[in-house]
């Protein structure tokens, strides 16, 4: 739906600006090697964020729990939400979301840590199980799309008006070919 004109709410890629906010959160995590953030947005306002921490008794806690724990603390409906995450969810977060109403999780891409691969696989069947999207969001565009290279107005195309129009063949005189490669008999 567009926005109406003149609506100072008006967020061009909402998709990008909400995860650079949950990149932004993401600095704050004390996990040592996969620090992770999370936003839950609804109606384009935050509602909940989280990041990924790790204690000192070696527990580890998903920025996606984090951030729906805090939307539950402030007693803020999370139903029809979505969630922004820089790390790939792990299945008890997969289920939380299914729980409190949540039925999208966008991603940000990147290589999955070798480390949690189980979890991962896990995380996406439980996913697929209960009807929840996990969609990845790319960074940056790959430069190798942005331009359709076959497109009707390439430069080869234009010297010629119609491509498909039919050659001057005359069938009375078959001796005659615009190929290079026929041989007379």
């Not at 929840?132 to 008006?161: C, G, M, Q």
């Amino acid at each position: 739906m567009p926005s109406p004109k003149g609506d100072p709410t008006y967020i061009k890629n909402k998709d990008q600006y909400f995860m650079d906010v949950a990149t932004a959160i993401s600095l704050a995590s004390t996990h040592p090697k996969a620090p992770g953030g999370c936003i839950i947005v609804r109606n384009r306002e935050i509602i909940g964020d989280g990041r990924s921490i790790y204690t000192d008794s070696k527990i580890e806690v998903d920025c996606i729990s984090y951030a729906i724990a805090s939307a539950a603390k402030n007693g803020t409906a999370t139903v029809g939400a979505v969630i922004y995450s820089t790390r790939y969810p792990f299945s008890t977060s997969v289920f939380q979301a299914h729980v409190m109403g949540i039925t999208k999780i966008y991603m940000q891409a990147h290589e999955w840590e070798p480390y949690y691969a189980d979890e991962y696989k896990r995380a996406a069947r439980l996913a697929r199980e209960l009807k929840i999207a996990i969609i990845p969001l790319w960074s940056t565009e790959d430069p190798r799309f942005t331009k359709n290279t076959n497109d009707r107005n390439h430069p080869v195309l234009e010297e010629y008006e119609n491509p498909y129009e039919p050659d001057e063949y005359d069938p009375d005189n078959a001796e005659t070919s615009l190929d290079d490669d026929t041989i007379p008999l």
